[in-house]
């Protein structure tokens, strides 16, 4: 059985009927609306610029309108967050969302003007869960992206940190896990640098299309029941609400029906988690041994590797990393899947979408905070190993080759390798 905590100072809950019937069909086991402050504030934001937008336009009263205003300016404070239980993956495309935003708003609205104010007449005025829910859902995954994409641009400073400490340090080059040629490894923690900003950089190319919101789409972005004019005014209103420099959807059927902003949104972060992935494991394998394996690099031993090998330490935080890329990725795959299930003029699939971003973001933000700060920060480059390794370079052959000729070459190095001199340069 659902226990709901949701009653406000007062003893009283704000929410009605639709939003009891969605807990009890969708429960409230998994992530809620009430878990998400940030989609909470932005669609107080919505119903806010709403609100304001019909005053001015004679759709509602200046005192039903300033009611709304206040209701909504109190949830986007973070007052009343206990009045939306329901689930945030549920059927229905997110109206069961935004009839709780609705039946809060008009419960808070008319203690505030002692008058009746209705969820759907006054609150919902010339919108429609069509074009509230997917600006919402926009305004909030530009919000929260902000998270990730701080936390790839720290990651990829830690990096350069780590070059410029180790600018001049050879070391052995790999092809196929054999040996190859020296590179310094100022140029490894470069390049590791130059990837994470890359991907950083794709994933807020991807995030800032978003700017363009669906406002006044109203059922399938016809604009039926929004008089003219409401839907620049919400934009304008919007804008100043959030501090981003918003747009109107250029096409408001396309805006609802294909959301494939957001399988490019999912796709960048599971690009950023794949490569912070290589780069983990890459170094998982360098700190190998420390006696049977490379061993060039030294993590930090943050934790004991084993419950019987005293003194064993284990690359823990290269294996969180790759993990946490194998949950983005899935997460990622679930919201191409929904991208893909839109149906006709509109995509229910929304809710989904929401969540898994929400877990992309999250993951995202822990595994490049947690890489940069308990990895990246603390690891040594190992001298000895380092210069033992660098004898086997090919980079005398390569030369040789290019003067000689590649069959010639290759004689000399089997002959070097025979007499127990390997490859050395």
């Given at each position: 059985?659902?226990?709901?905590?949701?009653?406000?100072?007062?003893g009283q809950?704000?929410?009605?009927?639709?939003?009891r019937?969605?807990?009890?069909?969708?429960?409230?086991?998994?992530?809620?609306i009430?878990?998400?402050?940030?989609?909470v504030?932005?669609y107080?934001?919505?119903?806010?610029?709403?609100?304001?937008?019909?005053?001015?336009?004679?759709?509602l009263?200046?005192?039903?309108?300033?009611a709304?205003?206040?209701?909504?300016?109190?949830?986007?404070?973070?007052?009343?967050?206990?009045?939306?239980?329901?689930?945030?993956?549920?059927?229905?495309?997110?109206?069961?969302?935004?009839?709780?935003?609705?039946?809060?708003i008009?419960?808070?609205?008319?203690?505030?003007?002692?008058?009746?104010?209705?969820?759907?007449?006054?609150v919902?005025a010339?919108?429609?869960?069509?074009?509230?829910?997917?600006?919402?859902?926009?305004?909030?995954?530009?919000e929260?992206?902000?998270?990730?994409?701080?936390?790839?641009?720290?990651?990829?400073?830690?990096?350069e940190?780590?070059?410029?400490?180790?600018?001049?340090?050879q070391?052995?080059?790999?092809?196929?896990?054999?040996?190859?040629?020296?590179?310094?490894?100022?140029?490894?923690?470069?390049?590791h640098?130059?990837?994470?900003?890359?991907?950083?950089?794709?994933?807020?190319?991807?995030?800032?299309?978003?700017?363009s919101?669906?406002?006044?789409?109203?059922v399938?972005?016809?604009?039926?029941?929004?008089?003219?004019?409401?839907?620049?005014?919400?934009?304008?209103?919007?804008s100043q609400?959030?501090?981003?420099e918003?747009?109107g959807?250029?096409?408001?059927?396309?805006?609802?029906?294909?959301?494939?902003p957001?399988?490019?949104?999912?796709?960048?972060?599971a690009?950023?988690?794949?490569?912070?992935?290589?780069?983990a494991?890459?170094?998982?394998f360098?700190?190998?041994?420390?006696?049977?394996?490379?061993?060039e690099?030294?993590?930090?031993?943050?934790?004991?590797?084993?419950?019987?090998?005293?003194?064993k330490?284990?690359?823990?935080?290269p294996?969180?990393?790759?993990?946490?890329?194998?949950?983005?990725?899935?997460?990622?795959?679930?919201?191409?899947?929904?991208?893909a299930?839109?149906?006709?003029?509109?995509?229910?699939?929304?809710p989904?979408?929401?969540?898994?971003?929400?877990?992309?973001?999250?993951?995202?933000?822990?595994?490049?905070?947690?890489?940069?700060?308990?990895?990246?920060?603390?690891l040594?480059?190992?001298?000895?190993r380092?210069?033992?390794?660098?004898?086997?370079?090919?980079?005398?052959?390569?030369?040789?080759?290019?003067?000689?000729?590649y069959?010639?070459?290759?004689?000399?190095?089997a002959?070097?390798?025979?007499?127990?001199?390997?490859?050395a340069?």
């Amino acid at each position: 059985m659902t226990v709901l905590q949701t009653e406000t100072s007062n003893g009283q809950a704000l929410f009605g009927k639709q939003s009891r019937l969605a807990v009890e069909n969708f429960g409230t086991a998994g992530r809620r609306i009430t878990d998400v402050p940030a989609f909470v504030r932005n669609y107080a934001f919505v119903k806010a610029a709403a609100a304001r937008s019909n005053a001015k336009l004679g759709v509602l009263t200046t005192d039903i309108a300033e009611a709304i205003d206040g209701a909504c300016a109190e949830i986007a404070s973070g007052l009343h967050a206990t009045q939306f239980p329901t689930a945030l993956v549920l059927g229905g495309g997110g109206t069961t969302t935004n009839m709780n935003f609705n039946e809060v708003i008009a419960a808070r609205a008319s203690q505030l003007s002692g008058s009746r104010v209705h969820p759907n007449d006054h609150v919902n005025a010339s919108q429609s869960t069509n074009d509230t829910y997917p600006t919402a859902m926009a305004l909030t995954i530009l919000e929260l992206s902000d998270g990730p994409l701080r936390a790839l641009t720290a990651l990829a400073d830690t990096l350069e940190d780590k070059a410029a400490e180790y600018d001049t340090t050879q070391r052995l080059g790999r092809t196929c896990l054999q040996d190859a040629v020296v590179l310094s490894v100022g140029q490894t923690h470069r390049s590791h640098a130059t990837a994470i900003r890359r991907v950083t950089e794709g994933l807020r190319t991807a995030t800032a299309e978003l700017v363009s919101i669906p406002i006044g789409a109203t059922v399938l972005g016809t604009g039926i029941g929004a008089p003219d004019g409401y839907r620049e005014l919400c934009v304008q209103d919007l804008s100043q609400a959030t501090g981003r420099e918003l747009t109107g959807s250029q096409d408001l059927v396309d805006s609802l029906s294909h959301l494939d902003p957001y399988a490019a949104i999912a796709s960048a972060g599971a690009r950023a988690a794949i490569t912070m992935a290589k780069i983990a494991a890459d170094l998982r394998f360098l700190s190998s041994g420390p006696t049977g394996g490379i061993s060039e690099v030294t993590l930090p031993a943050v934790q004991a590797g084993s419950s019987i090998m005293p003194g064993k330490i284990n690359p823990v935080i290269p294996e969180f990393v790759m993990q946490l890329s194998y949950r983005i990725r899935g997460a990622a795959h679930t919201v191409e899947c929904a991208v893909a299930a839109g149906e006709l003029e509109l995509n229910i699939m929304e809710p989904v979408i929401v969540d898994s971003l929400l877990n992309i973001f999250d993951d995202l933000t822990t595994s490049a905070d947690t890489f940069a700060a308990k990895c990246i920060a603390g690891l040594t480059w190992d001298g000895r190993r380092l210069e033992e390794n660098l004898a086997s370079g090919f980079d005398k052959w390569v030369t040789m080759a290019a003067e000689q000729g590649y069959d010639a070459t290759t004689m000399e190095v089997a002959k070097a390798r025979s007499t127990g001199m390997g490859t050395a340069r």
